[in-house]
Nanobody, 121 residues
Framework: QVQLVESGGGLAQAGGSLRLSCAAS????????MAWYRQVAGTQRERVAV???????NYADSVKGRFTISRDNSKNTVSLQMNSLKPEDTGVYYC???????????????WGQGTQVTVSS
């Protein structure tokens, strides 16, 4: 019923930039909190940035000042601008969103399929 599709991952050099985008589609009534998570093989998925429905944002300490999360409610999208990339930013990045479907009462939480980001030193 709902799909989150990420794009924009790839390979970057340390100090470079990448922009991730995530588009939600389906029978959507509204979207609440949206976030980006990062997972390195063998470790737990960690939240790197979140944007709430009122556009307040929060960032992991490791990315503060370098990453910027934004959303476009008219297009059901969320983006992550990643600047001054470091090798430790390498991982699979997942989009996450709380979505209220049409004819539903409660929001459900959805994940994208993930996009690989690799930062070389």
């Amino acid at each position: 019923q709902v799909q989150l599709v990420e794009s924009g991952g790839g390979l970057a050099q340390a100090g470079g930039s990448l922009r991730l985008s995530c588009a939600a589609s389906g029978s959507i009534w509204s979207i609440g909190t949206m976030a980006w998570y990062r997972q390195v093989a063998g470790t737990q998925r960690e939240r790197v940035a979140v944007i709430f429905s009122d556009s307040r944002t929060n960032y992991a300490d490791s990315v503060k000042g370098r990453f910027t999360i934004s959303r476009d409610n008219s297009k059901n999208t969320v983006s992550l601008q990643m600047n001054s990339l470091k090798p430790e930013d390498t991982g699979v990045y997942y989009c996450n969103a709380d979505i209220l479907l049409q004819r539903s009462v409660f929001q459900d939480n959805y994940w994208g399929q993930g996009t690989q980001v690799t930062v070389s030193s």
